[in-house]
């Protein structure tokens, strides 16, 4: 990797634009990742947010997931924002039977937990090893995380009545190793910090 890396968004759907940006002001080269060459130069991966049914249909189409399968199980950092977190998980709830998920971090996520659109909201999440105020966290149509394995860290919870009606609270940030998670939309708020985080992963994996 030369000093400034190269982090790919994964760009058949979903909020692409806003992750490069983010990118971009962090100092890196950021460039949307639609074919299998283009996902050799890259350092690291970011999945957006968007609709993760359609993610996962356009990835097989494209054929874009076997090569994203490898190269995040061979080490590549990746960070999965709100249908990028369902595409990191091992298991998915209430997906289409026909769903396929890159099982990058064991844990059981389960789509639009929160309700669907018209159900967004904005809440403070203080998120573990970022400094500062609590994260301002965007959830649209969000999932949220109701188990992982026992080598998952979780960064961060929200207390929050879902589609079940049960106020309870519910892990909305993980990571594993070298992939992050977050059931919310970091690249919708101007805040840098968890993006700052996810370079920071691909550095320290170079």
């Known amino acids: 990797m030369t000093a400034r890396p190269v982090v790919g968004v994964f760009a058949l759907q979903g909020d692409v634009r806003e992750h490069?940006?983010?990118?971009?002001?962090?100092?890196?080269?950021?460039?949307?990742?639609?074919?299998p060459g283009e996902l050799d130069d890259v350092d690291g991966l970011v999945i957006p947010g968007g609709e993760s049914t359609t993610m996962s249909k356009l990835s097989i189409d494209f054929g874009l997931f076997d090569p994203i399968a490898k190269r995040i199980a061979d080490g590549m950092p990746v960070y999965g924002s709100c249908a990028g977190m369902i595409m990191?998980?091992?298991?998915?709830?209430?997906?289409?039977?026909?769903?396929?998920?890159?099982?990058?971090?064991?844990?059981?996520?389960?789509?639009?937990?929160?309700?669907?659109?018209?159900?967004?909201?904005?809440?403070?999440?203080?998120?573990?090893?970022?400094?500062?105020?609590?994260?301002?966290?965007v959830f649209i149509r969000a999932p949220w995380v109701e188990s992982v394995g026992d080598e998952v860290t979780v960064l961060g919870s929200i207390e929050r009545a879902g589609v079940d009606g049960a106020v309870a609270p519910h892990i909305v940030a993980?990571?594993?190793?070298?992939?992050?998670?977050?059931?919310?939309?970091?690249?919708?708020?101007?805040?840098?910090?968890?993006?700052?985080?996810?370079?920071?992963?691909?550095?320290?994996?170079?």
């Open 20 to 35: 490069v940006s983010a990118l971009t002001s962090l100092g890196v080269t950021a460039v949307p990742v639609r074919r």
């Open 88 to 137: 990191l998980a091992s298991t998915v709830l209430d997906g289409r039977p026909d769903q396929r998920s890159f099982g990058a971090i064991p844990m059981t996520v389960r789509r639009n937990a929160f309700g669907r659109q018209v159900d967004s909201f904005e809440a403070p999440v203080a998120v573990a090893g970022i400094e500062g105020e609590p994260f301002h966290a």
């Open 174 to 206: 993980v990571r594993h190793g070298a992939a992050l998670a977050t059931s919310f939309h970091p690249e919708l708020t101007g805040d840098l910090r968890l993006h700052e985080l996810f370079v920071g992963m691909v550095r320290e994996a170079a």
